[in-house]
């Protein structure tokens, strides 16, 4: 089994970078593909983007493109979210999850998720 913990949400302003770490425990995650999902009050959780390990694919939502990176530190056996031109629509908890293979767009399709890290953007 893996445990997942997010870290690094906070407030920031509008412009401005966060770094989210999702450190593991349990099992290493090379071979398992991540996905990072959001969730603002009032609305569905969303993803925001996700990567295979087998494959080496990354993709992103398009609300994201071009601002935001996702990475791997597999010494640490940690994944990163790369957060730069936060906009106030930014606002959400932000999640880590993996699963076997290849990763989805479905949040559904995840089977290990972290407690969340809340990200305020504000002026």
């Known amino acids: 089994q893996v445990q997942l913990v997010e870290s690094g949400g906070g407030l920031v302003q509008p412009g401005g970078s966060l770094r989210l770490s999702c450190a593991a425990s349990?099992?290493?995650?090379?071979?398992?593909?991540i996905g990072w999902f959001r969730q603002a009050p009032g609305k569905e959780r969303e993803f925001v983007g996700g990567n295979n390990w087998v494959d080496g694919r990354t993709g992103y939502a398009d609300s994201v493109k071009g601002r935001f990176t996702i990475s791997r530190d597999n010494v640490m056996n940690t994944v990163y979210l790369q957060m730069n031109s936060l906009k106030p629509e930014d606002t959400a908890v932000y999640y880590c999850?993996?699963?076997?293979?290849?990763?989805?767009?479905?949040?559904?399709?995840?089977?290990?998720w972290g407690q969340g890290t809340q990200v305020t953007v504000s002026s």
């Open positions: 349990g099992r290493t995650i090379s071979g398992y593909a």
């Open positions: 999850a993996t699963r076997p293979g290849y990763y989805t767009i479905y949040s559904a399709d995840f089977d290990s």
